[in-house]
């Protein structure tokens, strides 16, 4: 036992002493790798600063997108004003309605809560850009409710009716004919409001109040405002086009036909790509893009060995997805910015590059052994927004799908090789429209 | 600009210092003071010397890529022969997976003949621990020369303690027959 220790004594004291110099490739080596380290730490950063001023801008248009256009011609017409306008009741009050408002011109920005009001919805705006869809039942609804209140509220006698003007409103619009006399009208009207007694005022004001919250939420939903000035253009566009997807190839069993307790799952893949596009009007634009070598495929998990296992088969493409965009003028959810509800159909090239398989040395499959046909067509559809964020960049973010022919071209030894593949996700577009006058 | 000069009489804290700011010429400086001592511990635990060398870069550059969790709360010099070490293990470890340490009795045999040993230099002691398996050779290394325990051994190779005691156990027989040849070697050579 003593000669162990002593022994190890010895051999630990001359091996802590004992130097040997390595040969000059050792630190030749080691540089290399710290330069890559330096390198790779620099693309790093890089990568950070492109990611956080990616971020940025992305948090920067969508505050663009979410944002409503100021001073742009919708602006004009999109605040329905709904200001307290107090028709002055009068005994030949609705007869008057029904026969005044059958022409009413509206003239811009000078859309009212009375005017809105009129019984027959033969009202029209004069800008060809703007559609206003009114709905003659809620407007007949409100006007019957506006009567009655009047009626039941406020004691008639305290007003002075000087003529059988019907009504009034703050915003002096030509609903009468008898416009002589409207000034006068409202002084007195004003004054006779003013004479009210505390409690009629009270009273007056949360009827009013109430009537007016009622008659918001009875309209808006009804009232389509929108600026068709960004949606009735054409002409050609140019971008950039990217996209987030799942993808997998559909087979009836396993893919690899020596792990058939396998189970195949979603591989996510990104892809990248150039777009043009035309915009035929404001319901119907094509667009082309080619995809550059984007992977479609699938990842197999097998958990029957002593160890699980995961394959991936990727498929490297390029793609070119020809689209007809079917276009329904919209707004985007949570904010009045004009938008476009596109229904996505076309067809897709698929051009293969090369693929992976994870048996493919295995089965000593050559370069020259075609197992996916060279080229393929798939259908796609999706869904998306389309918006000019300004007046020359229009952006677009949705869904699509994609389910392509018959890819394999090859049974053995791959004997229940998948014959489809599908893809799923995100997809977007930066485009520069060129048609803007 | 100001230019730092090292070498490998400066100090490790003011090395390590340089070596954490990225200066070449400090872990030029550091590889200098430290790659013989640590070139030997590769040696130890390889067959040859390119393999040593491997090792030798490959725990210098995890040891520059680590250096700032280096507190000096302990020798630097203790800290990078564990990184050494480490890195040898799992080099033993990819190659030798292949081949797992296979227990056998404890027979506790010892190297009797400790004049000898005591007479012998490094190389040759290297050169009677080569004779080992990648195995015994690894295990011995620990136990002898690192000064780990079994339980210690036994983790890092992913072996039982019972195992890493046998293999010490038979890597110190076959070692005490290699110093028997040796001795004779030796003795017929010094004439005694």
Request: proline letters at 3%; charged letters at 20%; aromatic letters at 10%.
């Amino acid at each position: 036992m003593g000669n162990k220790i002593n022994d190890s004594n010895h051999i630990k004291n001359t091996f802590d002493n004992w130097e040997v110099k390595p040969s000059q490739d050792v630190w030749f080596g080691i540089e290399q790798q710290l330069d890559f380290d330096a390198l790779a730490a620099r693309k790093r950063n890089q990568k950070v600063v492109v990611g956080s001023t990616m971020a940025i801008a992305a948090m920067v248009l969508l505050a663009v997108i979410l944002t409503p256009k100021q001073n742009s011609g919708l602006q004009k017409y999109q605040p329905i004003t709904l200001q307290k306008s107090y028709n002055k009741p009068s005994k030949n009050t609705n007869n008057q309605l029904v026969k005044e408002e059958n022409n009413t011109l509206i003239q811009q920005e000078e859309i009212s809560f009375s005017t809105i009001l009129s019984p027959n919805s033969g009202t029209s705006v004069s800008n060809e850009n703007i559609s206003i869809e009114p709905n003659s039942e809620i407007l007949a609804k409100n006007a019957d409710i506006r009567m009655p209140a009047y009626e039941t509220t406020f004691n008639l006698d305290n007003f002075v009716v000087a003529n059988n003007t019907p009504s009034l409103d703050e915003s002096g619009i030509e609903s009468i004919d008898d416009t002589d006399n409207r000034l006068t009208q409202s002084e007195n009207f004003t004054t006779e409001i003013s004479n009210l007694t505390d409690k009629e005022n009270e009273h007056f004001n949360a009827v009013s109040s109430t009537e007016s919250e009622h008659l918001i939420n009875s309209l808006t939903p009804d009232l389509t405002l929108i600026d068709k000035s960004d949606l009735t253009v054409k002409g050609f566009y140019l971008g950039a086009t990217g996209g987030y997807n799942a993808t997998t190839l559909v087979s009836n069993a396993p893919i690899i036909s020596s792990y058939q307790d396998g189970v195949n799952h979603f591989r996510f893949a990104p892809s990248k790509g150039i777009s043009v596009g035309y915009i035929f009007n404001e319901h119907l634009s094509v667009q082309a893009d080619y995809i550059y070598n984007t992977v479609e495929g699938t990842a197999i998990s097998s958990e029957s060995t002593s160890d699980s296992r995961y394959f991936n088969v990727s498929l490297y493409m390029d793609q070119i997805p020809v689209l007809v965009k079917f276009k329904q003028p919209t707004r985007l959810p949570f904010t009045n910015k004009n938008a476009s509800l596109n229904l996505l159909g076309g067809l897709q090239m698929n051009m293969l590059r090369n693929y992976q398989l994870p048996q493919q040395r295995r089965y000593e499959l050559l370069e020259e052994t075609v197992v996916f046909r060279n080229s393929s067509i798939s259908l796609i559809t999706g869904l998306e927004y389309e918006v000019f964020v300004l007046p020359e960049w229009l952006i677009s973010f949705g869904l699509d799908a994609t389910v392509s022919q018959n890819l394999s071209t090859f049974d053995d030894p791959l004997s229940v090789y998948p014959k489809h593949s599908i893809t799923a996700g995100l997809r977007g577009g930066l485009y520069y429209f060129l048609g803007r006058d | 600009m100001q230019i730092h000069k090292y070498n490998t009489l400066s100090c490790d804290k003011t090395i390590v210092a340089g070596c954490i700011k990225g200066r070449r010429n400090a872990q030029k400086a550091l590889y200098d003071k430290y790659s013989g001592k640590m070139m030997a511990v590769c040696i130890r635990y390889s067959n040859d010397i390119p393999a040593a060398e491997d090792i030798l870069q490959e725990g210098f550059v995890k040891a520059f890529r680590n250096l700032e969790k280096f507190r000096f709360d302990g020798s630097f010099e203790g800290w990078l022969r564990r990184i050494i070490v480490n890195t040898a293990i799992e080099h033993y470890r990819r190659k030798n997976h292949l081949y797992p340490l296979l227990d056998a009795a404890d027979t506790d045999m010892d190297i009797s003949d400790d004049d000898v040993i005591n007479k012998l230099a490094a190389e040759d002691i290297k050169r009677l621990i080569d004779k080992l398996s990648p195995g015994y050779r690894t295990v011995f290394n620990m136990y002898v020369v690192e000064g780990y325990s079994h339980k210690e051994i036994a983790t890092q190779l992913n072996i039982s303690e019972g195992t890493s005691k046998s293999q010490l156990a038979r890597a110190r027989y076959i070692l005490k027959e290699e110093v028997e040849k040796h001795f004779g070697t030796y003795k017929r050579a010094s004439g005694e």
